[in-house]
């Protein structure tokens, strides 16, 4: 059997899937069972370096010079800011070696 598709009329389902009810959700007889309490809770290394870095973050800008950022915001926004093209493809390719690539 064949149709056209048009984006027109009704969605066709097959007769089997039509009739069938849809099965009773349980959701309610999962959440009324107690959940037990975890004792302990192990972070992985990783983890744990997320963490350091979202507390060495949160403190406020560690190792950042803001003079020379809000320098290149000015350069930026007056326009006199020039891009050294060649040293940002050396780089790129830099970091791809790096990378294995």
Same mark, same amino acid.
């Given at each position: 059997?064949? !149709?056209?598709?048009?984006?027109?009329?009704?969605?066709?389902?097959?007769?089997?899937?039509?009739?069938? &009810?849809?099965? /009773?959700?349980?959701?309610?007889? @999962?959440?009324?069972?107690?959940?037990?309490?975890?004792?302990?809770?192990?972070?992985?290394?990783?983890? @744990?370096?997320? !963490?350091?870095?979202?507390?060495?973050?949160?403190?406020? &800008?560690?190792?950042?010079?803001?003079?020379?950022?809000? /320098?290149?915001?000015?350069?930026?926004?007056?326009?006199?800011? !020039?891009?050294? /093209?060649? /040293?940002?493809?050396?780089?790129?390719?830099?970091?791809?070696? !790096?990378?294995?690539?």
């Amino acid at each position: 059997m064949t !149709q056209k598709i048009d984006g027109t009329g009704p969605i066709a389902r097959p007769p089997e899937t039509a009739s069938r &009810p849809l099965p /009773a959700a349980r959701a309610g007889a @999962e959440r009324s069972a107690p959940v037990a309490a975890a004792e302990s809770i192990r972070l992985t290394g990783e983890a @744990e370096g997320l !963490q350091a870095l979202e507390r060495e973050l949160g403190t406020g &800008p560690a190792g950042i010079d803001l003079a020379r950022v809000n /320098a290149l915001r000015a350069a930026i926004a007056d326009g006199s800011y !020039q891009v050294d /093209a060649q /040293a940002v493809a050396t780089r790129m390719l830099d970091l791809e070696r !790096q990378l294995g690539g």
